[in-house]
């Protein structure tokens, strides 16, 4: 097992980082200013050909039957073009049948949906992840199903939800009263059923982490002992000092993948063995306590340098007005705010706050090129399912707020891009608008690694949306065969009824469908007033929300108030108050089915 560097490597260790950080900064500046990426046109031979060549005439004739040859001569060319992506799927998927694949997973921070160029980001460039998006799929409406950092990635590492993982508290785990006495819970997912341990010794990978864990609490104990072929747990900095040198953390996070795979590829690639690494990066979370909160490295300063971040349209007073009672306790603080206060109070400072974060995010997508490039050339690239994803979401000062937390879209909507070499032509460079979360991640990993997910997971294997006869398969399964036996792909987990408002288009998924609605919850931290619990039944037209400290409910239409501004608990449209009903009796069904012990998909 590889653990953290030791002070005798530290030397080496340095020499790399400062090789490493000047390759990575050259490719970031130098990618990073291009403003687009350009396709070359195809030609036919008469437009090469000069003047005086006997076949060149300058008539009007001649000159629309070469626009004609030309226009055949690109479609022809197009069409060698698709043919040859369909061989070269066929080919992958032939490879696919003879070896397992590896699964690189690459799981960045505080990381909202459009922070990326191609989610339509005007500013930030991120042509890398723009890259994968062309060769794979966009998941437009991809969710968490608590925004924080570490509930999110236990909800990752064991693919439950809160509810059921109680992983609570960083650190912690909930406190609970056993024996007589509060004790501390951590993690109470046994060791054997998570992520890391199924991989390594159920599906027989060779296994990584390369960056942030998010639990503060002994990993072998709690996410088994002799799981890991490389570790490395990085947290909480942005620059540090590594054997007399400063460090930058994403600089480190990308030195450390790039030794798993060195090593693995050093180990001969294990008799074949597959990989599953996390490269799981710290930015572009902000140093809680440091009032610069977000520190890029220095030769990425250049970037967006003359750019002016819009402002969000909810980014306003009355936007902070219309927030619940209780965020405007007089004496006590709401922690939302205070952070709005470091980051976004002012013109200049919401200016500084933003180019930070965006060069930040920049330099975690140039890491991600350079991974992906040792991956080809290590031969791997297409044996390998690549996933980009985050823990959660950011308010960059809509509603008046900062971070994350509350179940408003800035907060729960993350970016999901999936490069799989068992994706059908036809999804390639697509997007896909279902409601996939991060319970679907464990799944889907397991999957793809020939496993089934155990039956106390949640989620479900996302690669049924962008594979042939991905949901056809599992509805032969119920015409074909008993509906007890298409549960076996489930593993014996089974799908709830749907809600009984919406004539049956609200559910949770089923043999046939992917799910429409889903539960959200965040528990308190600290106090009621510091960040308050939330609850909500998020759908793609209403979303309900329920503050569970103080019983207080909202309603917001998502089609005609997409930014969540007016609650419509109060309205007296009969439209209104028959959606909350109908809304309040469904969010309390799911919710007691995600605390309940059932073996379901949610």
Not at 203 to 208: P, Q
Not at 303 to 325: F, L, S
Request: proline share 4%; hydrophobic share 35%.
């Amino acid at each position: 097992m590889v653990r953290q560097i030791g002070s005798r490597s530290s030397r080496v260790l340095v020499i790399f980082m400062i090789t490493l950080s000047v390759i990575s900064m050259a490719v970031l500046v130098s990618v990073h200013q291009l403003d687009s990426f350009s396709i070359p046109q195809y030609t036919s031979r008469e437009q090469d050909m000069p003047d005086n060549h006997p076949n060149h005439d300058n008539g009007k004739n001649q000159q629309l039957k070469l626009k004609d040859k030309a226009q055949r001569a690109r479609q022809l060319a197009q069409q060698r073009l698709q043919k040859e992506l369909e061989l070269q799927q066929q080919k992958m998927e032939e490879e696919g049948k003879q070896r397992p694949m590896n699964i690189i997973l690459f799981y960045a921070d505080d990381w909202r949906h459009d922070t990326m160029g191609a989610a339509g980001n005007p500013i930030v460039k991120t042509p890398f992840i723009d890259a994968l998006v062309k060769e794979g799929v966009r998941f437009t409406q991809n969710c968490v199903t608590t925004s924080i950092c570490w509930i999110s990635r236990a909800t990752l590492y064991t693919g439950q939800y809160l509810a059921r993982h109680h992983f609570e508290m960083l650190g912690k785990g909930r406190t609970i009263l056993k024996d007589g006495k509060l004790t501390e819970m951590k993690l109470e997912v046994p060791a054997n059923e998570t992520l890391y341990s199924l991989m390594k010794k159920k599906a027989k990978y060779f296994v990584g982490h390369a960056g942030k864990l998010g639990l503060w609490i002994d990993y072998e104990q709690y996410l088994g002992k002799g799981t890991f072929d490389y570790f490395v747990d990085e947290d909480g900095w942005h620059w540090r000092d590594l054997g007399g040198k400063m460090v930058h953390i994403t600089n480190k996070n990308t030195g450390d993948a790039l030794r798993f795979l060195k090593l693995w590829e050093g180990k001969g690639k294990p008799k074949q063995k597959p990989f599953f690494l996390n490269v799981a990066y710290f930015a572009t979370h902000a140093v809680d306590g440091d009032t610069r909160q977000y520190l890029p490295q220095n030769k990425s300063m250049e970037m967006y340098e003359n750019d002016t971040i819009p402002i969000p349209a909810t980014a306003t007073e009355e936007a902070w007005q219309k927030m619940p009672y209780f965020f405007h306790r007089e004496g006590r603080h709401n922690e939302g705010r205070t952070r709005w206060k470091w980051r976004f109070d002012k013109p200049d400072k919401h200016q500084r706050m933003m180019k930070n974060y965006y060069r930040m995010a920049s330099e975690v997508d140039t890491s991600v090129g350079i991974i992906l490039k040792e991956l080809e050339m290590q031969g791997e690239l297409n044996n390998t399912l690549i996933i980009f994803t985050t823990d959660n979401g950011n308010f960059h000062a809509e509603h008046g707020v900062a971070d994350k937390w509350y179940p408003h879209q800035e907060s729960i909507r993350v970016p999901l891009v999936i490069k799989d070499p068992r994706m059908s032509p036809e999804f390639i460079g697509t997007t896909n608008d279902e409601f996939t979360l991060n319970i679907d991640l464990a799944a889907t990993v397991l999957a793809a690694a020939g496993l089934d997910p155990l039956p106390t997971m949640m989620g479900r294997d996302m690669s049924v949306l962008y594979r042939k006869n991905g949901f056809e398969g599992e509805v032969k399964a119920t015409t074909s065969q008993s509906r007890r036996k298409a549960f076996a792909s489930t593993n014996g987990r089974q799908y709830i009824e749907p809600s009984s408002d919406g004539g049956g288009k609200y559910h949770s998924g089923s043999e046939s469908s992917w799910r429409t609605e889903f539960f959200y919850e965040h528990p308190m931290h600290s106090d009621k007033y510091y960040i308050p619990s939330s609850e909500a039944l998020v759908r793609k037209d209403y979303k309900y929300f329920y503050w569970p400290n103080f019983k207080y409910e909202q309603l917001f239409d998502l089609k005609n108030d997409p930014g969540e501004i007016h609650d419509l608990f109060n309205s007296t449209n009969p439209v209104h108050r028959k959606k909350l009903d109908e809304m309040r009796k469904r969010f309390l069904e799911l919710k007691e089915m995600a605390h309940s012990d059932s073996q379901i998909i949610l």
